[in-house]
């Protein structure tokens, strides 16, 4: 049996961090961590016909992920400046009209979803409606049976109620944070703590997962039958917390595509992100005994 294909489609670009730039995007960092956990995976974007855009792919490729459904257009490739808190929590500033705000529907891009057993995305990337609609007909042509998940990661004001309603109606997993959860209780009307929002949000939008994340509090699975799983966030020291979400979520993908219980493909994905934190930057190669660490513990 082959690796589990997974796909990344979004956003692609360059972090500015204050120790200089580094290769990022919600989709390289997912794709990167569920390549890491033995999955197949590759993304679906746009860079520019620029010397950044050379350099981006070229740092993809090494990387060992798929890059042939990573589209040039004449737009810039993007840059996001990057600034990190006293807890290193990341703050962004974000460019606009950038190359992966106009991704087209491709024979590339089409051949990358289509024997996914994953596929990923989120809201950023549906900012413009050129990649918006790329991205929503992507995710309907994955075929039957593939995983499909929304890791929501709201930016700035780059998103709606009906970016949100669109992708959620399409999701089979929802991946979101406790600054995420309010804004969406608010579009669709719901109340309460936390636990009953999730629980009104399974059943609303038949969701066979939701992952809602607390920073360093802990974390909470919930699945459609009402199994829920709780770990507190481990104690590290924390460099930046840089692609740590991404890192969670692939994870818990790839534990999934492993035949995983709930329990421990979350038990993993926490174990994960916290390594991540104590790295700088969204990509920190796992080492052996991380990889034993997280099988045997």
Same mark, same amino acid.
């Given at each position: ?11 692609? *670009? ?134 499909? *998940? ?23 997993? *929802?991946? *979101? ?121």
């Amino acid at each position: 049996m082959g690796k589990p294909k997974i796909v990344g489609i979004g956003e692609l *670009l360059w972090d500015v961090l204050p120790a200089g730039r580094r290769l990022g995007g919600a989709p390289v960092n997912f794709a990167f961590y569920a390549q890491e956990q033995g999955a197949e995976a590759c993304i679906v974007s746009a860079v520019g016909q620029d010397a950044s855009g050379d350099e981006l792919l070229g740092g993809i490729a090494a990387l060992g992920l798929g890059v042939r459904a990573v589209q040039r257009n004449a737009h810039p490739t993007s840059t996001v400046e990057v600034t990190l808190d006293a807890a290193g929590v990341p703050a962004y500033r974000i460019r606009e009209q950038v190359a992966w705000d106009y991704i087209e529907r491709t024979a590339e891009a089409d051949a990358a979803v289509a024997g996914a057993a994953v596929v990923c995305w989120g809201s950023l990337a549906q900012r413009n409606a050129v990649s918006r609609r790329t991205i929503l007909a992507l995710v309907d042509a994955a075929p039957v049976g593939c995983l499909r *998940l929304f890791d929501i990661n709201l930016r700035l004001n780059y998103y709606d109620e009906r970016i949100v309603r669109d992708s959620l109606e399409r999701a089979d997993i *929802l991946k *979101l944070n406790e600054d995420e959860l309010p804004v969406v209780a608010r579009f669709f009307g719901l109340e309460g703590a936390a636990e009953r929002v999730v629980a009104q949000l399974v059943e609303r939008f038949s969701l066979r997962y939701v992952v809602f994340t607390e920073g360093g509090r802990g974390s909470r699975v919930t699945a459609a039958d009402g199994r829920t799983s709780y770990l507190a966030t481990p104690r590290v020291e924390v460099a930046d917390t840089v692609g740590a979400g991404d890192a969670f979520t692939a994870t818990f993908a790839a534990s999934l595509m492993q035949g995983l219980p709930m329990e421990e493909c979350h038990r993993r994905a926490v174990a994960v992100a916290a390594f991540v934190c104590t790295r700088h930057g969204a990509i920190a190669p796992l080492s052996e005994f991380m990889k034993t660490e997280i099988t045997n513990r």
